[in-house]
């Protein structure tokens, strides 16, 4: 349990760890790729020591030294690999594809969470390429079977940066030309990595495909990520100003910067620039008033890590917002769904949960409370912003969930 007291006005300049996402690909693209990387800037939280640990397992060389990480690839991978995901969907859905195109067996699992997240998903778009995945009941843990793959064309009903990543990956060790079609762009760090690894691979709006290709290991300067960045922009918004340093704004990825266009709250982008393909920049958060939005299925894969938090903050906004078409929250580390709601309502908010959303009416000022994290790390950090931001402050269940994504959240955080 961690105790959260209330703050006033609040000021600070942070730097904050590099982007999740992007350090998952880096590691497990390059360990699959010929020679040599170095990863600048890493995050080196639980998730993505996870992919570390798999790559390993694989036959790459990984090395972490801080924020750094070497990564060797390797030419040949290891059958009968037992491949330890931990908590992370991102290592096991991605890795599923990535293993699925390398011709060797292996079994994917993770912890009781990860256990319980749906992986038919993935498994059933990369049969279409010939690939065989034998699941769970649907779930981890996952058999990859030695398979030959082809190209072929494959349809997702829902966006999922997730399995349109698995299917490229397996993808470019395919014969013949792989296409993934979502109906709304989700981010795309995974396609931006290819290229700049030499992969054969065209962007036609919504449209992905790759070629077989042999892939070159390149070195990754991490930028932070924006959805570690969220939080304390959120905490500028409520309380007074903070500037978030090297931040990536890949345009995929910026939706929180859509949710706060339609929120009021005021920010600068200071000293743009572009880094390893990615945008990134400074952002610096002024305290606003706040009036309710209305968020679709079409905003939704552009901010669905940090969802919980916009919620959070139309909680403190002027009138009723609603959010819809999130659904894709209920499989995630917690039903973020119900969750999230909880939070809410346990700090004097008032937040009712909808099949794929909520509905939220604001109020000027929220009273405080007690929350469980559920485990769930974008539960908690939420949870903390929403305590400092109370009148009276409360406490966190679990908190060391942070950890996944970010070991020094509290730290950061002065709490």
Known sequence: MRSIKPIGRFEAEFSLPGDKSITHRAV?????????????????????????????????????????????????????????????????????????????????????????????????????LGAEIQTTDGHA???????????????????SAQVKSAVLLAGVSAEGKT???????????????????????????????VEKSKLRCVDVRVPADISSAAYFMA??????????????????????????????????????????????????????????????QADVPSM????????????????ESRITGAKELRVKESD?????????????????ETEDGFIIRGKKNLAGGTVDSYLDHRIAMTAAIGLLASENGGSIARPECCAISFPDFFEKLGV
């Open 28 to 128: 497990m693209l390059n360990g699959g790729a010929e020679g040599e990387a170095l990863i600048r800037n890493a995050l080196t939280g639980e998730d993505c020591l996870s992919t570390c640990a798999c790559m390993r397992a694989l036959g790459a060389s990984v090395e972490v030294d801080g924020t750094d990480i070497r990564v060797v690839g390797t030419p040949s991978f290891r059958q009968g690999a037992r491949l330890n995901c931990g908590n992370s969907g991102t290592t096991i859905r991605l890795l599923t594809g990535f293993v699925a195109g390398k011709e060797i067996e292996a079994t994917l699992y993770g912890d009781e969470s990860l256990s319980s997240r749906p992986m038919n998903r993935v498994a059933k778009p990369l049969s279409l």
């Open 141 to 159: 843990p996952v058999r990859v079977f030695p398979k030959k793959l082809h190209g072929a064309e494959v349809i997702l009903p829902i966006a």
């Open 179 to 209: 296409s993934v079609v979502e109906p709304i762009l989700s981010r795309d760090h995974t396609e931006r990595m290819l290229v700049s690894m030499g992969a054969k691979i065209a962007v036609d709006g919504n449209r992905v495909t």
């Open 235 to 296: 905490l500028g918004a409520l309380k007074g100003k903070t500037l978030c340093k090297g931040v990536g704004i890949n345009p995929t990825r910026t939706g929180i910067l859509t949710a706060f266009d339609r929120l009021g709250i005021s920010y600068q982008l200071l000293n743009k620039r572009t880094e390893g393909g990615e945008e990134t920049a400074d952002i610096l958060v002024e305290k606003s008033d706040m009036r309710a939005v209305e968020l679709t």
């Open 304 to 319: 669905i890590d940090e969802l919980p938090l916009v919620a959070l903050l139309c909680a403190f906004a002027e009138g």
């Open 336 to 352: 973020r769904i119900r969750t999230t709601a909880e939070l809410i309502n346990n700090i004097g908010g008032d937040c009712t």
